[in-house]
């Protein structure tokens, strides 16, 4: 039986990368995907934004890529020092920083198991750059998947500290955590390594997955997988790699979770009435049969 939900946070915020290349894995994000640079910080990252955020995606210079942290939207209610004081009740290291992010005046930075740093903030501007008119331009930034040694662990952080519930998992490999009302706003894997998985953008409706395709291809970009409905989350999914061959989601139509109930909206292409939190087979990828091109585990 999984805890009531009342999660501390709301959304995913935005996602940093470090990037060996960030000139040019910046392109893919800017004239591809179709992001805007809104800010620039004194380490050379760049901050981009795909149209309302300050930022969405941040992409630091670094010897290798890298996931750097992730970042939590606090619930309105929650206060920070009370906040803190349950993290370091945890035993897990944590500073409150200022004005290290534009548009973000403090943060709380912690730093989870796995070695997975978050921060979590309760407000941060949204200077609404605009939506591109060009390359892909997604909606939003919808979920972030990680590979951890330490899965087990930072699954509980985000289920018994953050008060994520668990929609569901994929072979007992692949866990599915939400704190909103989509399918899953986190994807664990419980695997020997340590790194990003994928990170996932919302597009607008089946149609701009073709779209998004041809925009890709004629930026040099191949897809790697899909377009494809996944059986975990039904959401009809496209991946492809950026230059640091971070793995990208584009996806629709995610399940709806529905809290009270425990279960996702009904859909008609779901294979179980009342769609409840299950295991899938690791043959159960895809719900279209579509092959996957590499094993989840290694992505
Ligand atoms: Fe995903």
């Not at 969405?56 to 996931?67: G, S, T």
């Not at 992730?70 to 209610?77: A, E, I, M, S, W």
């Not at 020092?81 to 973000?104: A, C, M, N, Q, Y």
């Not at 989601?249 to 995610?254: D, I, K, N, R, V």
Request: charged share 20%; proline share 7%.
């Amino acid at each position: 039986m999984q805890p009531k939900f009342d999660p501390k946070v709301f959304q995913l915020g935005y996602v940093a990368l470090g990037s060996a290349d960030l000139e040019r894995t910046k392109d893919h994000y800017l004239k591809t995907i179709g992001m805007t640079e809104t800010a620039r910080g004194d380490d050379g990252a760049v901050y981009l934004s795909i149209g309302y955020n300050q930022h969405d995606i941040i992409l630091r210079p670094a010897n290798q890529k890298a996931l750097l942290h992730v970042g939590f939207q606090l619930k309105p209610h929650i206060e920070i020092p009370e906040f803190t004081k349950g993290v370091r009740e945890l035993g897990l290291p944590v500073t409150i920083k200022s004005d290290s992010h534009p548009g973000i005046s403090e943060l709380v930075e912690v730093t989870g198991p796995g070695g997975n740093v978050f921060q979590f903030y309760s407000a941060a501007k949204a200077p609404a750059p605009g939506f591109s008119k060009s390359g892909v331009a997604p909606l939003r930034l919808g979920h972030v998947a990680v590979m951890s040694p330490e899965g087990e662990k930072l699954i509980k952080f985000y289920r018994d500290f953050l008060g994520f519930f668990q929609t569901d998992d994929i072979g007992a490999l692949a866990y599915f955590l939400t704190c909103n009302r989509e399918h899953h706003v986190v994807n664990i894997l419980n695997v020997p390594e340590s790194r990003i998985h994928h990170i996932a953008f919302e597009l607008k409706d089946n149609g701009h997955h073709a779209a998004a395709a041809d925009t890709l291809r004629a930026a040099g970009v191949k897809l790697f997988w899909g377009p494809t409905r996944h059986t975990a989350g039904h959401n009809v999914a496209a991946y492809h790699h950026d230059p640091d061959k971070v793995l990208i989601e584009l996806y629709t139509e995610m399940d709806t979770f529905i809290p009270e109930l425990g279960i996702c909206e009904p859909r008609p292409w779901h294979e179980h009435f009342p769609m409840k939190p299950r295991s899938w087979g690791l043959d159960e990828l895809s719900g279209w049969g579509a092959e996957f091109a590499s094993n989840l585990a290694a992505g």
